[in-house]
């Protein structure tokens, strides 16, 4: 067989064909929108926004994605992870809130949040991706809210990484049923006035957006790496029996 059809049979043996690189997650609906913006907008045109900006650089990166519920009619959460069932990486956007006793002193609220779910199949990825995005916002000059840990009913959401901003969110619904390696993230506190701004605004939110999609390349090439590490032992085990 010549040399040329050799390795092209090697590279497809080494990497899973996946339909797309990345699924990017419009989190909530037009119906059920999320919270509401210090400045009264809804959360999921904030995330929507905030989607289309990341599939703008990823594509400037040529990697693949796809948008999963951008015209805001997706109710079904299991839908959004049964239709990203053969993507690499699935990352779902979000902006966030605080308990409603916290509301009146929202201000005192900032940064992001990144999520991951030990019930994911492949929960050792979600983490080392996490961490890339983390990495990546603090680099950018964000820094997490860490509130989500604090012992009360509503949060209590454990550290995976507390520098980065991880945390342990195991019943969330895309992170439980994706398939593949999967995060969710707050990208800023709504509510609080100054950290809408420092993150929807169009400086703000074009950082954050870029911190994301490096954070998301970085995460593909370990999800790649690993995929291939994973043929080898297999094609390696077949071969000994």
């Known amino acids: 067989m010549p040399i040329q059809y050799l390795l092209l049979l090697c590279s497809l043996l080494t990497f899973p064909a996946y339909a797309v690189d990345v699924a990017l997650d419009v989190g909530h609906s037009r119906r059920n929108s999320g919270v509401i913006s210090a400045s009264g907008i809804p959360e999921w045109e904030l995330n929507r926004q905030l989607a289309e900006e990341v599939a703008g650089r990823l594509e400037q990166m ?6 999963i519920g951008a015209d805001g009619a997706m109710e079904v959460l299991t839908e959004r992870t049964d239709l990203a069932r053969h993507d690499a990486f699935f990352i779902s956007l979000h902006h966030d809130s605080v308990q409603p006793a916290w509301l009146e ?9 990144l ?7 492949k929960i ?4 080392a991706c996490a961490k890339e995005i983390g990495d990546r916002l603090l680099a950018a000059g964000f820094k997490p809210s860490l509130y989500h840990a604090a012992p009360i009913e509503g949060e209590n959401r454990p550290f995976a990484d507390r520098s980065r901003g991880i945390h342990y969110y195991d019943g969330l619904a895309v992170l439980r049923t994706a398939r593949q390696p999967a995060v969710l993230i707050e990208a800023g506190v709504a509510v609080n006035p100054e950290d809408e ?3 929807t605004g169009k400086a703000g939110r074009a950082r954050v957006a870029e911190a994301v999609s490096r954070g998301v390349a970085d995460c593909l090439r370990i999800i ?6 994973r043929s080898v ?8 029996e």
């Open 62 to 67: 040529n990697v693949s994605y796809r948008l």
């Open 105 to 113: 002193r929202a201000d005192r609220y900032s940064g992001y949040a």
């Open 115 to 121: 999520f991951v779910s030990r019930l994911n199949p």
């Open 124 to 127: 050792g990825e979600s983490l």
């Open 197 to 199: 701004i420092r993150v």
């Open 224 to 229: 790649r790496a690993h995929a291939s590490e």
């Open 233 to 240: 032992r297999n094609r390696n085990k077949t071969k000994t």
